[in-house]
């Protein structure tokens, strides 16, 4: 029923770029709080980029802070991570997650999200 799919990883130099794409079916992303995540081989899931509903409100890892950027496109049912000056530590697998049901006006890493993606995987690697 609800869906999100992740496209977008792959294999990049230092310093390169990537988008990520994430796209909703059976519910609609303009009103939900949508989490970028990733985790690393032997790591935990950290939290990396968030969007609130409506797109209001930001929260970025001071790690990707200044590199990353996430974004929607309503007439998509999409959101997007771009990924820029990628470093080899953002090698992970990345997952976009959304709360359908969310608070007004928040983003968190915390708030129980309902929907996962798939996974795409990213490489940062001379």
């Known amino acids: 029923q609800l869906q999100l799919v992740e496209s977008g990883g792959g294999l990049v130099q230092p310093g390169g770029s990537l988008r990520l794409s994430c796209v909703a079916s059976?519910?609609?992303?303009?009103?939900?709080?949508i989490g970028w995540f990733r985790q690393a081989p032997g790591k935990g899931r950290e939290g990396v980029l968030c969007?609130?509903?409506?797109?209001?409100?930001?929260n970025y890892a001071d790690s990707v802070k200044g590199r990353f950027t996430i974004s929607r496109d309503n007439a998509k049912n999409a959101v997007y991570l771009q990924m820029n000056s990628l470093k080899p530590e953002d090698t992970a697998v990345y997952y976009c997650?959304?709360?359908?049901?969310?608070?007004?006006?928040?983003?968190?890493?915390?708030?129980?999200?309902?929907?996962w993606g798939q996974g795409t995987q990213v490489t940062v690697s001379s």
């Open positions: 969007i609130s509903s409506r797109g209001g409100i930001t």
């Open positions: 997650a959304a709360i359908n049901s969310p608070a007004l006006g928040v983003c968190v890493f915390t708030g129980g999200y309902d929907v």
């Open positions: 059976g519910f609609t992303l303009d009103y939900s709080e």
